[in-house]
């Protein structure tokens, strides 16, 4: 089956400028991530949302970062401002949810390379 | 914190070499772990994992033993393939916490050279 889309793949812009990264999680995963990567930092955890439970957005950098869940599939991950240091892979993962707390295994997108000039 | 330390690399072997990653970790409840692998170009793709203390993940010759007494998950092969050459990450999901977010290691990139 098709599994996690994310859009556009490439994505420059200035520094100052908001930029909007999609993602289409797998059909049925109600769990949706976004993961940052960079060279730096490493793999981090950015958001998280749970059906209709609140987001877990503990891992934002700044509040320049919101992200939203619309219809509890596909998830937009706003970044207000730009700066340079914003430049990064971002990495999007679905999964099911198996009992009450526990998420079963993340499945993840390919991508969206940020680049902030 | 949650936390996994992995050994850094790069990792060079000759192919059909043994290959051993290091992984170990700290968590606060009954985590699960994971070992995911990024080829060139490519996203991430789980490789294995395991939910338990002492089962044991395998695939594509890829093995790794969830170890409670050493909070260790090593990731192993017995004989590598160019084709192996790719950055792993080890990563645990922390169940008991309610902290349901991978915390990846840092990553270790592996070249095997023909």
């Known amino acids: 089956g098709a599994g996690v889309s994310q859009s556009p793949s490439n994505k420059v812009t200035e520094k100052g400028k908001d930029v909007e990264l999609r993602c289409d999680p797998i059909?049925?995963?109600?769990?949706l991530y976004w993961y940052r990567q960079s060279l730096g930092q490493g793999l981090e955890f950015l958001i998280y949302?749970?059906?209709?439970?609140?987001?877990?957005k503990s891992g934002l950098p700044s509040d320049r970062f919101s992200a939203e869940r619309t219809g509890g599939s596909v998830s937009t991950l706003t970044i207000q401002r730009t700066q340079q240091e914003d430049s990064a892979v971002y990495l999007c993962?679905?999964?099911?949810?198996?009992?009450?707390?526990?998420?079963?295994?993340?499945?993840f997108g390919p991508g969206t390379r940020l680049t902030v000039l | 914190g949650n936390s996994v330390t992995q050994m850094e690399g790069p990792v060079t072997l000759s192919e059909e070499a043994f290959l051993t990653i290091n992984c170990t970790y700290t968590?606060?409840?009954?985590?699960?772990l994971f070992w995911y692998v990024q080829y060139p170009g490519e996203g991430l793709q789980l490789l294995l994992k395991a939910t338990k203390a002492d089962d044991k993940g395998s695939n594509k010759g890829f093995e790794a033993t969830y170890r409670k007494e050493t909070t260790s998950f090593h990731l192993e092969k017995g004989s590598v393939q160019v084709s192996d050459s790719a950055v792993y990450f080890c990563a645990l999901s922390d169940r008991g916490g309610g902290n349901t977010p991978l915390v990846f290691g840092k990553g270790t990139r592996l070249s095997v050279i023909a």
């Open positions: 949302f749970q059906g209709n439970s609140a987001p877990d």
């Open positions: 968590a606060t409840g009954y985590p699960s």
């Open positions: 993962a679905s999964s099911l949810v198996v009992s009450q707390g526990w998420t079963d295994t993340q499945y």
């Open positions: 059909s049925g995963h109600t769990a």
